[in-house]
């Protein structure tokens, strides 16, 4: 988002707050609040002896040998590093292999959202566009088989078309924007267990604040929340690319080290782990940029969310974006803000110029606090 990157000392927090949804330890680490070991030599590790030349001649063979595989190890990973870098460069580049093969984006799903933000809109016009899509039929068929959402204790509905109708047109417009970017969410983050559970949390926490603001303004709710839901959309196409990109080139590196029975080579290679570094790099360069392209792919003919999502990204002040966009860029700012404040990786001045830069107001930092802003809360009749 270009009004944080504006800043050096925003930019700074805001790249924190990605590095935590990647992992708290790298967070820390982006920070410099690090963990120091106690450690107490023992005499036989501290007390200097003589030694013999021979033992001297060892040691400094070993200096070298130990010297020379080190600098082995570091060609190998920045080489690995340099080419995995070229190969996401290049599916970056390529939009509609991101929007259909990396998401895998079908066309009912804005569709479904363009027909919700019409005054006119029913559930009979999504019914056929909702059975089209084989994940969503069972979300919804599971929804209204939950226990809290039963009409009869004794009956399950197993017919999508007849869950939409009990749903209704009022929850569709929480439910599908939040399946929808459910339906989107990298299948793992591996190494990083908790990412993909953290950008749902974040999405889902931005577009119910989001909901909250404009609801206080006077201003399109429905429209608010989707554009806070899918304003991460650019976050979960650069993290699932990076660590599929990386697991299929690590994979396809060892194999061919493997045939080529250079087991030095394989050694070095098998110890190679995901960069955050590197990860980090791209989510801050890209995310809100794609989030921009790829909702553009999207065509929205009603859902008015396109130009809220690229003032987003390409917005250098809080006043010139859209309304809906700077209520989107207070509640990204402020899930920030608390995400950090809970693990400690923030202090009173940086929370001030993070939420500063949006101009988020002590009413409006009262309302979010109040409110909740976690769960979605569903209305059965």
Same mark, same amino acid.
Request: hydrophobic share 40%.
């Given at each position: 988002?270009?009004?944080?990157?504006?800043?050096?000392?925003?930019?700074?927090?805001?790249?924190?707050?990605?590095?935590?949804?990647?992992?708290?330890?790298?967070?820390?680490?982006?920070?410099?609040?690090?963990?120091?070991?106690?450690?107490?030599?023992?005499?036989?590790?501290?007390?200097?002896?003589?030694?013999?030349?021979?033992?001297?001649?060892?040691?400094?063979?070993?200096?070298?040998?130990?010297?020379?595989?080190?600098?082995?190890?570091?060609?190998?990973?920045?080489?690995?590093?340099?080419?995995?870098?070229?190969?996401?460069?290049?599916?970056?580049?390529?939009?509609?292999?991101?929007?259909?093969?990396?998401?895998?984006?079908?066309?009912?799903?804005?569709?479904?959202?363009?027909?919700?933000?019409?005054?006119?809109?029913?559930?009979?016009?999504?019914?056929?566009?909702?059975?089209?899509?084989?994940?969503?039929?069972?979300?919804?068929?599971?929804?209204?088989?939950?226990?809290?959402?039963?009409?009869?204790?004794?009956?399950?509905?197993?017919?999508?078309?007849?869950?939409?109708?009990?749903?209704?047109?009022?929850?569709?417009?929480?439910?599908?924007?939040?399946?929808?970017?459910?339906?989107?969410?990298?299948?793992?983050?591996?190494?990083?267990?908790?990412? *993909?559970? $953290?950008?749902?949390?974040?999405? %889902? @926490?931005?577009?119910?604040? /989001?909901?909250? !603001?404009?609801? =206080? #303004?006077?201003?399109?709710?429905?429209?608010?929340?989707?554009?806070?839901?899918?304003?991460?959309?650019?976050?979960?196409?650069?993290?699932?690319?990076?660590?599929?990109?990386?697991?299929?080139?690590?994979?396809?590196?060892?194999?061919?080290?493997?045939?080529? *029975?250079? $087991?030095?080579?394989?050694?070095? %290679? @098998?110890?190679?782990?995901? /960069?955050?570094? !590197?990860?980090? =790099? #791209?989510?801050?360069?890209?995310?809100?940029?794609?989030?921009?392209?790829?909702?553009?792919?999207?065509?929205?003919?009603?859902?008015?969310?396109?130009?809220?999502?690229?003032?987003?990204?390409?917005?250098?002040?809080?006043?010139?974006?859209?309304?809906?966009?700077?209520?989107?860029?207070?509640?990204?700012?402020?899930?920030?803000?608390?995400?950090?404040?809970?693990?400690?990786?923030?202090?009173?001045?940086?929370?001030?110029?993070?939420?500063?830069?949006?101009?988020?107001?002590?009413?409006?930092?009262?309302?979010?606090?109040?409110?909740?802003?976690?769960?979605?809360?569903?209305?059965?009749?």
């Amino acid at each position: 988002m270009q009004i944080f990157e504006n800043n050096q000392t925003v930019a700074t927090i805001y790249q924190r707050a990605i590095s935590l949804s990647i992992c708290k330890d790298f967070a820390e680490k982006q920070s410099g609040k690090v963990s120091m070991v106690d450690h107490q030599g023992s005499e036989q590790e501290n007390r200097r002896r003589e030694l013999l030349s021979v033992e001297v001649q060892a040691q400094q063979e070993k200096i070298i040998a130990e010297h020379g595989e080190e600098h082995f190890r570091k060609q190998t990973k920045q080489n690995f590093f340099n080419r995995l870098g070229t190969e996401i460069n290049s599916d970056f580049d390529n939009k509609e292999h991101l929007y259909h093969y990396v998401l895998g984006i079908e066309d009912a799903c804005p569709a479904i959202l363009d027909i919700l933000s019409a005054r006119a809109a029913s559930v009979n016009q999504i019914k056929d566009l909702a059975a089209s899509l084989p994940w969503l039929t069972i979300d919804l068929i599971s929804l209204v088989n939950k226990p809290q959402y039963r009409k009869r204790a004794d009956v399950q509905v197993t017919d999508a078309k007849l869950a939409l109708s009990y749903i209704g047109l009022d929850n569709l417009k929480l439910v599908m924007p939040t399946f929808t970017l459910k339906h989107w969410l990298p299948t793992s983050t591996a190494p990083y267990g908790l990412m *993909k559970r $953290k950008l749902w949390n974040d999405s %889902l @926490s931005i577009a119910l604040a /989001s909901s909250v !603001l404009a609801k =206080e #303004q006077g201003l399109d709710e429905f429209t608010a929340f989707t554009t806070g839901m899918l304003s991460n959309i650019g976050r979960l196409a650069v993290t699932r690319c990076y660590l599929t990109k990386f697991s299929e080139m690590h994979k396809k590196e060892l194999r061919k080290a493997f045939e080529q *029975k250079d $087991k030095r080579l394989h050694n070095v %290679l @098998s110890k190679i782990e995901t /960069s955050e570094e !590197l990860l980090l =790099e #791209q989510l801050v360069m890209r995310s809100s940029q794609l989030s921009a392209d790829l909702i553009e792919k999207m065509h929205f003919k009603r859902l008015p969310i396109t130009e809220p999502i690229f003032d987003l990204a390409y917005a250098e002040s809080i006043e010139k974006m859209h309304p809906i966009a700077q209520l989107v860029a207070k509640a990204k700012a402020y899930i920030a803000f608390r995400a950090l404040a809970k693990e400690e990786l923030i202090d009173a001045e940086e929370s001030k110029k993070l939420l500063n830069t949006v101009n988020l107001t002590p009413t409006e930092i009262a309302l979010l606090k109040k409110s909740d802003i976690d769960h979605i809360k569903l209305n059965f009749n």
